[in-house]
């Protein structure tokens, strides 16, 4: 492949990780973010996916694009929808990163941009993540630091939690083959577990106390709204720990390993690398 990539959310938790892999890879990368901010190897374009006046801009002379929507928002098809008109109109190729389970409901927002991007007439690659390990160092970090302990309305619900590194290998895969066209690829960590299970690795491999609390939907809302999340986003993120009650959550698959030639990591993996990141 020749030209430029383009990489949205490019110092998020996944971004920043996609352009230094396409980056060590020797590709020419658009490192997008709202403010530009300048990404060693890359070039820094600004991309507000809610300000369609940088769009051209930032898509001009690239001709694949890794695409997401950034957290926080509800209004996904909304604001995917002329992302991936415009890279349809210019040939160029979309990685897109959904989430895991949506193709099972073609009315959820995410699978109607995945479809949308199926019939867009360009390559396609969508990655479909599980929950991210690092929800662990960033949305979970203050209740491990502060309280030693993981409060979410998960029950006793397994999930095969991820690496976001991981998931950007698989981006960069995606991003620097054709063999990957015009495929979903359901990406997961190598186990399924349970929050008490993770909370008890994390425990033994952190060398601190680490519980989890399950608790119900109401509790959880009011404990992230007052944490000042919206209501209403705090209620979506409440909503997609359904799937997780039922086992939706638990399913492992060989994807990473199918796109990256290597296996995921696991949970103790994640927990060494990061354990600078839960100094109190």
Excluded: C
């Amino acid at each position: 492949m020749s030209g430029r990539i383009l990489v949205l959310g490019a110092t998020g938790t996944v971004g920043a990780h996609v352009v230094a892999g396409l980056v060590a890879r020797g590709e020419n990368v658009k490192a997008a973010s709202r403010g530009a901010t300048p990404v060693a190897g890359a070039e820094a374009v600004r991309f507000d996916h809610m300000d369609p006046s940088t769009h051209e801009a930032a898509f001009d002379g690239v001709d694949r694009a890794y695409v997401l929507v950034p957290s926080g928002y509800l209004n996904t098809l909304e604001i995917l929808s002329p992302i991936i008109e415009r890279a349809a109109g210019a040939g160029t190729k979309v990685v897109f990163q959904s989430v895991i389970g949506v193709d099972a409901d073609d009315s959820i927002p995410y699978r109607q941009a995945e479809l949308q991007l199926e019939r867009s007439g360009t390559r396609w690659v969508t990655l479909r993540p599980n929950w991210f390990m690092d929800n662990f160092h960033t949305y979970w970090r203050d209740g491990i630091v502060r309280h030693g302990v993981i409060t979410v309305p998960a029950a006793d619900g397994k999930t095969s939690f991820i690496d976001a590194r991981d998931i950007a290998a698989s981006a960069v895969a995606a991003l620097t083959t054709d063999r990957f066209d015009n495929r979903a690829f359901n990406l997961t960590g190598p186990e399924a577990l349970s929050y008490h299970e993770a909370a008890a690795s994390l425990s033994n491999l952190l060398g601190r106390s680490v519980t989890y609390r399950p608790v119900d939907d109401e509790t959880f809302v009011g404990i992230v709204t007052a944490a000042g999340v919206p209501e209403d986003y705090a209620r979506f993120l409440a909503a997609i720990f359904h799937p997780v009650r039922e086992g939706w959550a638990s399913v492992v698959t060989p994807d990473v390993e199918t796109l990256t030639g290597r296996a995921p990591r696991d949970l103790g993996t994640y927990a060494r690398d990061n354990a600078a990141r839960f100094s109190a």
